[in-house]
């Protein structure tokens, strides 16, 4: 009887450790969702993250050095009709533009411009600096 308890006590641990880490996970994903609709954006699509902890590579982006084992946030937002991919490190503060999504494509965007408020991405949607390949497909400017 003993040893049926322990199994039991053992399972229910297990079941709220899983639950706490998922909370966790959503936690990060729903702050990262904020901080962008804070900056303005309104149309922020489902967080989602990407992991991958088995190579241990890094790569720069922006002023950043991302390591392939971080948590890595990953938002798409709408803007003037295109849809923009913005990440962030889950933990750090910051964010950066990462990709124009278009035509199935997802080119990234040159320079990572990072911490970009919405009426920043306007300006730079509008302006002369490079664009990813695709980006005259979806932009309309005169959309919200």
């Keep these: 009887m003993l040893c049926a308890m322990n199994k039991k006590v053992t399972s229910v641990l297990l079941a709220l450790g899983c639950a706490a880490s998922l909370a966790a996970c959503s936690s ?64 750090q503060s910051g964010y950066w533009l990462d990709e124009l999504h278009v035509n199935g494509q997802e080119p990234d965007w040159p320079g990572y411009p990072e911490n970009l408020k919405q009426a920043d991405v306007v300006a730079l949607l509008a302006g002369n600096q490079p664009k990813p390949d695709g980006f005259k497909d979806c932009y309309k400017p005169n959309e919200a």
């Excluded at 992991?51 to 084992?69: C, E, F, I, N």
């Design 28 to 91: 990060s994903d729903d702050k990262f969702v904020e901080e962008l609709k804070a900056a303005g954006f309104s149309n922020v699509g489902e967080p989602r993250s990407e992991s991958d902890s088995k190579k241990k590579k890094s790569k720069k982006v922006g002023k950043r050095t991302v390591k392939t084992s971080d948590k890595v946030l990953e938002a798409t937002v709408r803007v003037k009709g295109c849809d923009l991919e913005f990440e962030k490190v889950a933990g």
